[in-house]
């Protein structure tokens, strides 16, 4: 089974400008989730789609960055423009919700976009 | 969702059981309590999870105390692959809404 793919791996942009990542989550994964992490911090949910609608994107700065999962499969987040805090690693996951009430919530995790802002 | 207490770090030697505690003294009765980790470089990984009772599967196993304030997960036989940091969460199932919280974790180091 084919996992969670990101690209691209590594980018480095200055201030201002905008950039763009990719998600490919794992197939017949219905939900997928957007995360930040900074470095020495665990990752945090900035949105999470359910299929191509938006469950929750509460920690998401709206103002700079946007999301989007056309038909239900693969997703971008883009941010325009950039600041330096924005620097982290951007990971995708995804998750099959294994039915009411069985607890059940395994995300399989990509390799992440490690993102550098000068 | 339920805070949790974990230590920063730990030593463990290869081929030796680690045993990582959590803390959650505040977790409610329909809480579950999961594990994931992130070795270097790496999304983090599913471990295990459980509600009430004590769960096995083949990487780990996961003791969750009677009155479930706490628990520990266990790596029988350390390997220097498991090298990462380990995230204790508690959350809700999916249905009930429930988010994955990532805190600090613990930094677990397995020594040849």
């Known amino acids: 089974e084919a996992g969670v793919a990101q690209s691209p791996r590594y980018k480095i942009i200055e201030k201002r400008q905008s950039v763009a990542f990719w998600c490919n989550p794992i197939?017949?994964?219905?939900?997928l989730y957007w995360y930040q992490q900074i470095l020495g911090q665990g990752p945090k949910l900035l949105i999470q789609?359910?299929?191509?609608?938006?469950?929750?994107d509460s920690q998401l700065p709206k103002d700079r960055f946007s999301a989007e999962r056309l038909k239900g499969v693969d997703s971008t987040l883009k941010i325009q423009p950039a600041k330096l805090e924005d620097s982290a690693v951007y990971l995708c996951?995804?998750?099959?919700?294994?039915?009411?009430?069985?607890?059940?919530?395994?995300?399989?995790f990509g390799p992440g976009t490690r993102l550098t802002v000068t | 969702d339920a805070k949790t207490t974990q230590p920063t770090s730990m030593d463990c030697a290869e081929g030796r059981a680690a045993n990582l505690p959590c803390n959650h003294s505040?977790?409610?009765?329909?809480?579950?309590v999961y594990w994931y980790r992130q070795i270097h470089s790496q999304g983090p990984q599913y471990i295990i999870h459980?509600?009430?009772n004590n769960e096995t599967n083949e990487m780990a196993s996961l003791i969750i105390t009677e009155d479930r304030k706490s628990s520990t997960l266990i790596l029988p036989h350390a390997t220097l692959r498991d090298t990462a940091v380990y995230y204790c969460?508690?959350?809700?199932?999916?249905?009930?809404?429930?988010?994955?919280?990532f805190g600090q974790g613990t930094e677990l180091s397995v020594k040849p």
């Open positions: 459980g509600l009430k």
């Open positions: 996951a995804s998750s099959f919700p294994q039915g009411y009430g069985t607890g059940s919530y395994e995300q399989y």
């Open positions: 969460i508690v959350t809700l199932s999916y249905n009930q809404g429930g988010k994955l919280i």
């Open positions: 505040t977790i409610s009765g329909n809480e579950y």
């Open positions: 789609f359910q299929n191509n609608g938006v469950v929750d």
């Open positions: 197939s017949g994964h219905a939900t």
